[in-house]
């Protein structure tokens, strides 16, 4: 078993050891103890299975033997259903609060205010995030006939995003979110998500570098404009500056109008990219299977995703009519959402 896996368990594991050590509040005090926790964990999960993963990644190849990591895809489905049964369970509950009052138990942690982003982003981004993911991993080895770039990276970005999840709800019902709507997670969340997404991507492109078909399926098309516009949209949006490296707190260095367009660029797209590009790339892989029968214009496939990419990345001022937004930010929303 290569070394090299020992390097960032061990590298974030002390990382969290030094965050809680010298947090000056108790968000940064939990998470760092959170990951460190996770460090551990991961580290006797590949005493257990590691021999058995490096076993499996090498028997790919040989004999002209085809041999797909369809491992982690599994642990994906089961995370898929646990967090759309969290996700589905917490909506109703505030549904509930919203009738019954009471139902909101004069606790901070259990009001309203909190539980629904904890709703929101169980449903879109622990639900749907952990689908999305893990049908992109199954889709792109068929469609290229090639298993999966890298050993461990793929294990890495399913159990750093389930991570990412669990210092994400932590924060909600802790009240330790920036206040931005399907951007709640602190700075050093964000830090976290955006390296789990950008090795996402390497993964993704590196099994595409190395397909066996000369012809890159149009699914693959939708689920790397999502990865791809995700990140960027990630990244603009939360962009911060922290009080302290070992606080919570942090400031947008957006202000104003240019916050609040910012936002809903970010906002209204997370919709565009999230739950639809990612999405149309599991019908287009998915829907043709259980039908067996191919695509019925490739064509129209290439007019629909050029068109999707250039309409929907200008509609968010749409969610800012009759706003101190310039009025040509707000037509021009306006028009492409039309």
Not at 228 to 251: D, E
Not at 255 to 283: C, E, K, P, R
Not at 300 to 305: A, N, Q, W
């Amino acid at each position: 078993m290569s070394g090299l896996v020992w390097l960032p368990i061990g590298g974030f594991a002390v990382l969290g050891l030094f965050l809680s050590a010298n947090a000056i509040d108790n968000a940064i005090y939990a998470h760092g103890l959170l990951l460190f926790i996770a460090c551990t964990v991961a580290g006797f999960a590949v005493l257990k299975r590691g021999e058995a993963i490096v076993t499996e990644h090498a028997s790919d190849g040989k004999d002209g033997a085809l041999v797909y990591n369809d491992s982690i895809i599994r642990m994906g489905l089961i995370a898929s259903v646990f967090w759309g049964v969290v996700g589905f369970l917490v909506g109703l509950v505030i549904a509930s609060q919203l009738a019954f009052p009471i139902l909101n138990l004069d606790l901070p942690w259990t009001n309203f205010g909190r539980l629904r982003p904890l709703h929101t982003s169980a449903v879109i981004f622990a639900f749907g995030g952990n689908v999305l993911m893990m049908t992109s991993f199954h889709v792109v080895q068929r469609t290229s006939r090639a298993r999966l770039a890298g050993l461990w990276s793929p294990w890495f970005v399913f159990w750093g995003y389930n991570l990412f999840i669990v210092f994400a709800a932590t924060g909600y019902v802790t009240g330790v979110t920036q206040s931005k709507e399907y951007a709640e997670p602190e700075w050093y969340v964000d830090i976290w998500l955006t390296l789990v997404w950008v090795v996402y991507l390497l993964v993704f492109l590196g099994t595409l570098w190395k397909r066996k078909e000369p012809h890159i399926y149009v699914a693959n098309w939708f689920y790397l404009a999502f990865i791809v516009t995700i990140a960027m949209l990630h990244i603009i949006n939360n962009a911060a500056v922290p009080i302290s490296f070992f606080g919570s707190k942090s400031y947008i260095i957006w202000s104003g109008v240019q916050d609040a367009l910012i936002q809903w660029w970010y906002g209204h797209n997370a919709v565009g990219f999230f739950l639809t590009a990612g999405f149309l790339g599991i019908m287009y892989y998915y829907v043709p299977k259980q039908a067996e029968r191919p695509v019925y214009s490739y064509r129209l496939s290439i007019v629909h995703f050029w068109s999707l990419i250039f309409l929907y990345i200008w509609v968010g001022p749409h969610h800012l009519h009759y706003t101190a937004l310039p009025d040509w930010a707000q037509t021009l929303g306006m028009t492409f959402s039309v």
